[in-house]
């Protein structure tokens, strides 16, 4: 019997949606080469350099060289291919990853959220889904604990900074230990070049690296991926060459026992010498913080595939050639390279350690934007780099400071070996914390049963644990540059955080009551002026201090006034339809409402971005789907918030931005049509008719919504008297009661960085022509 036309055809397009969802994998996956895995592949320029820089040297058995490579092998494996490949990318949050991602999930499920005027209606959005299995007396317990005890939410919120700043720190000890590996070869060819030459051209390739990040990795990144990819397939090559060439024999090493031996045979030097094994497994917290430009599936099968095989090849072909060129020890990697490809190997190796800086350095800007929308770290300037992809941003002071502290690093080190055992201390804590935070993701989140935590913990913990205390080990000798980075990072985010936190409780003990503020009109000559007025407020629910203070003395506001309240939400990322979020203070003759903006740790405000136009047009689609007087539900803080916001409220601002984004011209146009069509239809309500029959045009002819209620047309009219925004302009001062360290905090360290931080006036792109301060002085 044959099959049927339509399960042929149907068969066929199955088929077709295979294949192109397996190019898109793959297609992923190259790309992935590029961005993700440009630190990780230029490990191979200085791993067997450091492992071997302090007292430990080579016998003539080689049982030294077979034991490192046995470590760097297993390591990889363990960390890099199981735990990290096979675990961890696992655990994203809405396809995002990361420390602050894994953290971001139990702030979610355990309520640990930092982010203050958290409220339910936060976990209705699409992407906050805490939905699960069961609950089990594991997770239970360990929920309320932290309930129940405060202290350690904030001890796991300085845990998640620690490994934040080390990520931080990668981005300053790689560019450096990357390009100086790199520029080192060159005196091979030119014994006599002095090394001062050396640390000069390494800091001119580093100037140069930063110097054009201002331009965005999308205009260069066509060629992050071939670089990466030609480094790998030269790295192999060479590898299968000397293996072959020097001492095939190494392949033994891949038996485990030859670790034991190492131990055995080098007591606490060979135990000191894992800090440099460790290297070769820096990067592979790229792979999960940089999750969320690529899939995981790409991610997998480009490390399982490609660079996992080459990279074993790399340091199997190097440890090969040092079994037979013990002298070379700390050249062996450009010993290594046969005499005709190496001009163009070291050309290569240069562009790899470009891409590695790159890929690290952006990365660190990531980390910054989160920090600083998570209220973790001073406002600065963020930059998109690119008008496809939201993701690729950049950090002017962010940039420029690191660029400093690398050529400070290049200039006062100079040596690889002393910047690798730093670099080795910093790669390990932050797997330390991605394992601890991993553990209570699988007790939280996933519900696993507790022998397969443990399992989870015990194994790769005291695998980490290992190599940590090698690298402590090395402090004196380098690591204590990632300690000195971390905590002066650690104390300006916890500072920052702490300063804003208080901030929010002293607003919200002192917020004011809007029904006294109107009683008190007639004493205080109160009058309504033509106009919206922009309220800016950190409060979801009553009214500001500072609007109170700026009644108080200026007896006058805008006809409508609108409290808006900018906040992060604990998810990745928001859509437009949920972004706005608007509702009503107090009665309808008050005229005064509040918009919640949501944003994701991820989303970054944009720079052009019409904003009153989009407000305008949520408030006035809010009173147009507004129930009647009769159904009217008032509560507590006289505020009334559209729960559930019309399904069509995204096309209405979609629409509206299509029009922002016309000629000035045009869109003034658009206005003047709108309100010439509006105001053609007032005479109607001098007759008596009823102000909720009338209507206008749709969306597509007038760019509003349709209009049926008088307040409509009185918000738009108020809007084209013009926009004000009052801003509190507050100073954080320490109580005459604090002790030394705090008063130091708050009005040294909050105060030197609220004064030099960006404004919330620049961040919020409001226009100077418009803007009223209203300063306040805040006790802590």
């Known amino acids: 019997m044959n099959p049927s036309p339509g399960l042929i055809e149907q068969g066929i397009s199955q088929q077709r949606s295979k294949r192109v969802s397996c190019m898109n994998v793959l297609t992923l996956a190259y790309q992935s080469l590029g961005v993700i895995y440009g630190d990780l592949s230029t490990s191979p320029l200085y791993v067997y350099k450091t492992t071997?820089?302090?007292?430990?040297?080579?016998?003539?058995?080689?049982?030294?060289?077979?034991?490192?490579?046995?470590?760097?092998?297993?390591?990889?494996?363990?960390?890099?291919?199981?735990?990290?490949?096979?675990?961890?990318?696992?655990?994203?949050?809405?396809?995002?990853?990361?420390?602050?991602a894994l953290y971001s999930l139990l702030c979610r499920h355990a309520k640990l959220s930092i982010l203050p005027n958290h409220q339910e209606m936060d976990e209705k959005l699409s992407t906050y889904v805490t939905s699960g299995s069961a609950e089990t007396r594991q997770s239970a317990a360990l929920k309320s604990f932290f309930e129940k005890h405060p202290r350690s939410q904030k001890g796991l919120l300085i845990f998640v900074f620690l490994g934040t700043c080390m990520a931080i720190g990668d981005g300053v000890l790689t560019p450096t230990i990357s390009v100086l590996s790199a520029v080192s070869g060159v005196k091979l060819k030119i014994p006599e070049l002095h090394e001062n030459y050396v640390v000069i051209i390494s800091c001119i390739i580093l100037v140069a690296i930063f110097s054009v990040q201002r331009y965005g990795t999308h205009r260069v990144a066509f060629i992050f991926a071939p670089i990466v990819t030609a480094w790998l397939l030269s790295l192999s090559c060479i590898g299968v060459y000397n293996t072959i060439k020097w001492n095939p024999r190494i392949i033994s090493a891949f038996s485990p026992v030859y670790m034991w031996r190492f131990l055995k045979s080098t007591g606490v030097e060979g135990w000191v010498s894992l800090g440099g094994v460790v290297l070769s497994i820096t990067g592979v917290e790229a792979m999960f913080a940089d999750l969320g430009h690529f899939s995981s599936l790409s991610i997998k099968v480009a490390f399982s595939f490609f660079v996992y095989p080459c990279l074993i090849l790399a340091y199997m072909g190097e440890a090969a050639f040092l079994s037979k060129h013990h002298e070379d020890i700390q050249r062996s990697f450009y010993k290594a390279i046969p005499e005709p490809v190496f001009w163009p190997v070291f050309i290569v190796a240069t562009f790899a350690a470009v891409v590695g800086s790159q890929a690290v350095i952006s990365a660190t800007f990531s980390i910054i934007s989160q920090c600083c929308a998570l209220n973790c770290f001073p406002r600065v300037k963020i930059v998109h780099t690119s008008s496809k992809i939201h993701g690729q941003i950049y950090i002017p002071e962010v940039n420029w400071m690191l660029m400093c502290i690398c050529l400070a690093v290049t200039i006062g080190l100079r040596d690889t070996n002393m910047i690798g055992h730093a670099y080795g201390l910093a790669v390990t804590i932050v797997m330390i914390v991605t394992t601890c935070l991993m553990t209570l993701v699988m007790t939280i989140v996933w519900k696993q049963r507790v022998a397969a935590v443990i399992a989870f913990f015990i194994c790769f913990g005291s695998i980490e644990l290992l190599y940590f205390s090698a690298c402590v080990?090395?402090?004196?000798?380098?690591?204590?540059?990632?300690?000195?980075?971390?905590?002066?990072?650690?104390?300006?985010?916890?500072?920052?955080?702490?300063?804003?936190?208080?901030?929010?409780?002293?607003?919200?003990?002192?917020?004011?009551?809007?029904?006294?503020?109107?009683?008190?009109?007639?004493?205080i000559g109160m009058v309504r002026v033509p106009g919206i007025g922009l309220v800016y407020t950190n409060l979801v629910t009553g009214v500001p201090a500072v609007f109170g203070h700026f009644v108080t003395n200026l007896p006058a506001f805008h006809q409508i006034l609108v409290f808006v309240c900018v906040k992060s939400v604990q998810v990745p990322y928001i859509g437009e339809e949920d972004r706005f979020f608007i509702g009503r203070v107090g009665p309808k003759d008050y005229g005064m409402f509040r918009c919640?903006?949501?944003?994701?740790?991820?989303?970054?405000?944009?720079?052009?971005?019409?904003?009153?136009?989009?407000?305008?047009?949520?408030?006035?689609?809010?009173?147009?789907?507004?129930?009647?007087?009769?159904?009217?539900?008032?509560?507590?803080?006289?505020s009334r918030f559209n729960r559930e916001p019309p399904r069509d409220k995204g096309k209405s601002l979609r629409l509206l931005e299509r029009n922002s984004r016309e000629k000035p011209e045009n869109s003034r146009a658009v206005k003047d049509k709108s309100l010439q069509i509006l105001k053609a239809k007032e005479p109607s309500r001098a007759t008596?008719?009823?102000?909720?029959?009338?209507?206008?045009?749709?969306?597509?002819?007038?760019?509003?919504?349709?209009?049926?209620?008088?307040?409509?047309?009185?918000?738009?009219?108020?809007?084209?008297?013009?926009?004000?925004?009052?801003?509190?302009?507050?100073?954080?001062?320490?109580?005459?009661?604090?002790?030394?360290?705090?008063?130091?905090?708050?009005?040294?360290?909050?105060?030197?960085?609220?004064?030099?931080?960006?404004?919330p006036d620049v961040v919020l792109n409001v226009p100077h022509t418009s803007l009223l301060e209203v300063g306040m002085v805040y006790y802590v």
Request: aromatic letters at 14%; hydrophobic letters at 40%.
């Open 52 to 100: 071997f820089s302090g007292k430990l040297s080579l016998r003539e058995d080689d049982e030294e060289i077979f034991g490192v490579f046995s470590f760097i092998f297993w390591t990889f494996t363990i960390v890099a291919l199981f735990k990290y490949v096979l675990i961890v990318l696992s655990a994203d949050d809405n396809g995002e990853g990361g420390t602050f």
């Open 473 to 523: 080990y090395k402090v004196p000798e380098g690591g204590w540059i990632p300690i000195l980075l971390s905590l002066t990072f650690m104390a300006v985010m916890y500072i920052w955080n702490y300063g804003t936190a208080k901030k929010h409780e002293f607003d919200v003990e002192n917020k004011v009551s809007m029904d006294r503020i109107i009683s008190l009109g007639p004493s």
């Open 596 to 638: 919640v903006v949501r944003y994701g740790y991820r989303d970054v405000q944009r720079e052009m971005y019409d904003f009153e136009s989009r407000l305008v047009a949520g408030i006035v689609e809010f009173v147009e789907n507004e129930p009647g007087d009769d159904e009217e539900e008032e509560e507590e803080d006289c």
């Open 688 to 759: 008596g008719r009823s102000n909720r029959v009338m209507e206008s045009s749709s969306w597509e002819e007038t760019g509003i919504p349709l209009i049926k209620k008088e307040e409509s047309l009185q918000i738009l009219q108020a809007k084209e008297s013009g926009v004000a925004y009052i801003l509190g302009h507050s100073y954080a001062k320490a109580k005459k009661s604090s002790s030394v360290l705090k008063k130091f905090a708050i009005d040294v360290v909050f105060a030197f960085l609220s004064t030099n931080c960006r404004g």
